[in-house]
């Protein structure tokens, strides 16, 4: 996920002159610009979204939030601007929602579209509810089940590897002895109906997290990173899954700052992913109705 950044008074110029739909560009020097993306930048009238930073040369989105793409001659200024949309993405990307104004964080796909409840489709999930929220979350909730793999799931097409998936949840999941329920983001093969179960577990001792693998919604799951405890307090649980187009990497966080890595496989090893979304599983108590909001939703492309 890159995260909105700024830095004071930095500016710099072009190299040399770019066309009106070139994706990239170079400057005399980086130096004063922030390291790492994401930021925005102006030439003369137009806006772009720096998206990589490689030594001096920017790989950027053109055009952005109402500007015109246009042709930029060499020597012309390149300065790194404050907008409207990039001070709502910093304040987005920087605040955690339990400590921040109350409002949920935006769900926004790659391109910065908002997503609601109508944005994923559903698999498994006829006796479940999704639910847009006021201030950008999305509730969900799923119903009785009747057996332990009985998987409901929303998902959506997966933006082109390499991408990082990060995921805020807010779980409510009644504990029991003998019931794991638990919510999380799932990473699925379309064709095969194989995922990835990235999941927070509610027990009598507390909350665990793993990953399992599950051929379809409704068959045995196959261990994959092991359940451990976890520590990271109650409110939202932020998960991260990375596809570099080499291996998927499952990450947590407390914070949705400081990831920890807690495995990673050969991304065709089980499945090639082409979907991804969230999960629910109630593990087959016919009491248990579980849910869960998603409060921060982020699909980054990294290439």
Known sequence: MSQEQKANLAQSSLTSTISDVAASLT??????????????????????????????????TRAIEGTTGVGHAGGTTVTLVETEAGQVRFQRDWSNPLWGVGKPMQLLDSTGATLTA????????????KTDQTGGGILLEHATQGAANDFAMLVKTAISAPWTLTVGIIPNLLNGTAAFPSIGPVVRENATGEFYAFRI???????????????????????????????GGSG??????????????????ADGVNYITL????????????????????????????????VAWDEQDDS
Request: hydrophobic fraction near 45%.
């Open 27 to 60: 400057v005399d020097s980086a130096a004063s610009f922030p390291p790492s993306p994401q930021f925005r930048i102006i030439l003369d009238d137009e806006l772009m979204l720096v998206t990589a930073v490689a030594g001096a040369v920017f790989t950027v």
């Open 118 to 129: 109508s944005s994923f489709t559903n698999v498994n999930f006829t006796n479940g509810t």
């Open 201 to 231: 577990l509610a027990s009598d001792d507390g909350l665990w997290v793993d990953v399992i693998k599950l051929p379809s919604p409704t068959t045995s799951s196959t261990a994959f990173l092991a359940r451990r405890d976890w520590s």
């Open 236 to 253: 939202v649980v932020w998960f991260q899954v990375e596809d570099n187009n080499t291996n998927l990497i499952f990450k947590i966080s």
């Open 263 to 294: 495995g990673q496989e050969a991304r065709t090893t089980f499945l090639t992913p082409d979907e991804y979304g969230i999960g629910v599983n109630n593990f087959g108590n016919g009491a248990m109705v579980c849910h869960g909001t998603i």
